[in-house]
Nanobody, 125 residues
Framework: VQLQASGGGLVQAGGSLRLSCAAP????????VSWFRQAPGKGREFVAA????????HYADSAKGRFTISRDNTKKTVYLQMNSLKPEDTAVYYC???????????????????WGQGTQVTVSS
C-alpha cells in the first residue's frame, strides 16, 4: 500500500500551506493517519494524527494552535492545514498510516506500517 503525500512548497514565514495524504487503504476501528516531518540533519518527528472512524486527533506541541489535521472519509484523504508557518517548520513531511493505532503510540514512528514518499515544505524568513 502506498500513501501519496502532496501540497508542499516554498512559503514565506507567516504563510500557510495545506498538505494532502491520499490513503487508499481499508480502514478499521482503530485506523489512523499521521503526519511526521524530518528536517535536515534531524530525526523524523511526529506532527499530528487523526483516526478514520473515531473523533480523535493528536498534535505535537510544536503544531498545536497552528496546524489542523482533518480527513475526508469519502476521498480517503487526510489533510494538514498549516498556518503561521515558521522557518523551523522547514522539513520533508511524511504521512503514515496504521490500522491498530492507540493513543499511547501515535507519536512513535515504528508503530506505523504504511508510509508515503514525503513532500518538501520550505519556509523562508
Amino acid at each position: 500500500v502506498q500513501l501519496q503525500a502532496s501540497g508542499g512548497g516554498l512559503v514565506q514565514a507567516g504563510g500557510s500551506l495545506r498538505l494532502s495524504c491520499a490513503a487508499p487503504i481499508r480502514t478499521y476501528s482503530r485506523s489512523a493517519v499521521s503526519w511526521f516531518r524530518q528536517a535536515p540533519g534531524k530525526g523524523r518527528e511526529f506532527v499530528a494524527a487523526i483516526y478514520w472512524n473515531i473523533n480523535s486527533t493528536h498534535y505535537a506541541d510544536s503544531a498545536k494552535g497552528r496546524f489542523t489535521i482533518s480527513r475526508d472519509n469519502t476521498k480517503k484523504t487526510v489533510y494538514l492545514q498549516m498556518n503561521s508557518l515558521k522557518p523551523e517548520d522547514t522539513a520533508v513531511y511524511y504521512c503514515a498510516a496504521d490500522n491498530a493505532m492507540h493513543s499511547a503510540t501515535v507519536g512513535i514512528r515504528s508503530a506505523y506500517n504504511y508510509w508515503g514518499q514525503g513532500t518538501q515544505v520550505t519556509v523562508s524568513s
